[in-house]
């Protein structure tokens, strides 16, 4: 069956497994008790209505012929790689929450078969015809995140994809966890795109790869949107760095929400079409706006990084001041002496406000007695 195959998944999860391919098998054309159990596990999660179950077993029984697990473990096994189903230790908890949409496996190759928990893992999504903006942001993100000790998550694909993986490899350089994961549309032994070929073996030999479909099987259309569902169930953030007003990253943002996962989104040019996506998630109030690294490391509960003297700037004279000590320093003369009597009319405030006024900026050293009268200090 297809990736988030509803009815399958109730039949598995009525049948388990084992047996629920077994009655596939069978040849049987329906069995009312157990649709009725299928129907009750599809109310239950939000599916009132489906076609039953002979109708699904039309679309399933032609796949049987083509069906080789013997040869798909071979394959993983020969690529270093392995199958993990929800009964393995190493199984990614974080699933579970997709509920009736948990894969029933994931194919897993690359130099470490196990998937970091999940506040240790980030996505980095985006559009796939990025724009230089976007492919550094990507990639020093990455980077940044990596050296604090967080896998970087993504789909493989050109654009921020790639630029995320990259920079996460680049950072990954005397570093014992799995420093990326690109999760596939299609089967772990195919490198897709083929553009990206070499990356994604960089993938391979320094973090890995996984795919819910079997090896050999084809990324499609439908295969690339479900797996967006594994990318956010399995991060602490998704994070979007740039991405059109109908963009698939969306796809990613919206599961992600959906799970109650945090989403936070990169801000761009406002002419520019690829940041609309990220504009339109900032709008509707379901991203945060995040700028670098350290932004979206606090959103994953890492401590928050203090702001250098120089990202800070120069703090104003005026920081601090209350609105009547503010129009009294405005009031104030930088080079020649002014009265108190005049700075009652310039400030316009009381006589009063302005002696207690002055008395505060002096202490502050923004004014100074001079001449029997008062100017600002510089």
Request: charged letters at 15%; proline letters at 4%; glycine letters at 12%.
């Given at each position: 069956m297809e990736p988030s195959d509803l009815a399958g998944m109730a039949l598995i999860a009525v049948a388990g497994p084992e047996d629920a391919l077994a009655f596939v098998s069978s040849g049987a054309s329906s069995s009312a008790a157990l649709e009725q159990e299928m129907n009750a596990v599809l109310n239950d999660s939000g599916v009132p209505r489906w076609p039953g179950l002979a109708a699904a077993l039309l679309r399933w029984r032609p796949r049987l012929t083509d069906l080789a697990p013997e040869r798909d473990l071979r394959v993983v096994e020969r690529l270093g790689g392995q199958l993990l189903v929800p009964e393995d230790p190493e199984w990614p908890v974080a699933l579970s929450e997709l509920e009736l949409n948990e894969p029933i496996a994931l194919w897993v190759r690359g130099r470490a078969l196990v998937i970091p928990e999940q506040k240790r893992c980030i996505?980095?999504?985006?559009?796939?015809?990025?724009?230089?903006?976007?492919?550094?942001?990507?990639?020093?993100?990455?980077?940044?995140?990596?050296?604090?000790?967080?896998?970087?998550?993504?789909?493989?694909?050109?654009?921020?994809?790639?630029?995320?993986?990259?920079?996460?490899?680049?950072?990954?350089?005397?570093?014992?966890?799995?420093?990326?994961?690109?999760?596939?549309?299609?089967?772990?032994?195919?490198?897709?795109?083929?553009?990206?070929?070499?990356?994604?073996?960089?993938?391979?030999?320094?973090?890995?790869?996984?795919?819910?479909?079997?090896?050999?099987?084809?990324?499609?259309?439908?295969?690339?949107?479900?797996?967006?569902?594994?990318i956010a169930a399995l991060c602490e953030v998704t994070v979007v760095v740039e991405a059109r007003w109908r963009s698939g990253a969306l796809s990613t943002a919206h599961h992600a929400?959906?799970?109650?996962?945090?989403?936070?989104?990169?801000?761009?040019?406002?002419?520019?079409?690829?940041?609309?996506?990220?504009?339109?998630?900032?709008?509707?109030?379901?991203?945060?706006c995040v700028t670098d690294a350290a932004d979206v490391a606090e959103l994953a509960g890492a401590p928050g990084t203090q702001l250098t003297p120089?990202?800070?700037?120069?703090?104003?004279?005026?920081?601090?001041?209350?609105?009547?000590?503010?129009?009294?320093?405005?009031?104030?003369?930088?080079?020649?002496?002014?009265?108190?009597?005049?700075?009652?009319?310039?400030?316009?405030?009381?006589?009063?406000?302005?002696?207690a006024g002055l008395g505060r900026l002096e202490l502050l050293g923004l004014a100074e007695r001079a001449n029997s009268g008062w100017k600002r200090r510089c």
């Open positions: 996505a980095l999504v985006g559009s796939r015809d990025s724009t230089s903006y976007g492919a550094n942001v990507a990639m020093e993100m990455a980077a940044t995140l990596v050296q604090r000790g967080f896998t970087i998550v993504s789909g493989g694909a050109y654009g921020i994809d790639a630029q995320a993986h990259r920079g996460a490899i680049g950072a990954a350089t005397g570093r014992q966890f799995l420093p990326t994961l690109a999760i596939m549309a299609g089967g772990v032994d195919r490198f897709y795109p083929t553009g990206n070929e070499d990356l994604l073996r960089a993938v391979a030999e320094n973090g890995a790869i996984v795919a819910e479909v079997p090896p050999g099987a084809n990324p499609t259309r439908y295969r690339f949107l479900q797996r967006n569902r594994l929400d959906g799970l109650s996962r945090t989403v936070a989104a990169v801000p761009g040019s406002v002419y520019s079409a690829n940041s609309a996506g990220c504009h339109r998630l900032l709008r509707e109030g379901s991203a945060v120089e990202q800070l700037g120069a703090p104003a004279v005026h920081d601090g001041l209350g609105v009547e000590d503010l129009m009294l320093l405005d009031a104030l003369p930088l080079r020649s002496v002014t009265s108190v009597d005049k700075l009652t009319i310039v400030a316009g405030i009381g006589a009063t406000a302005v002696l």
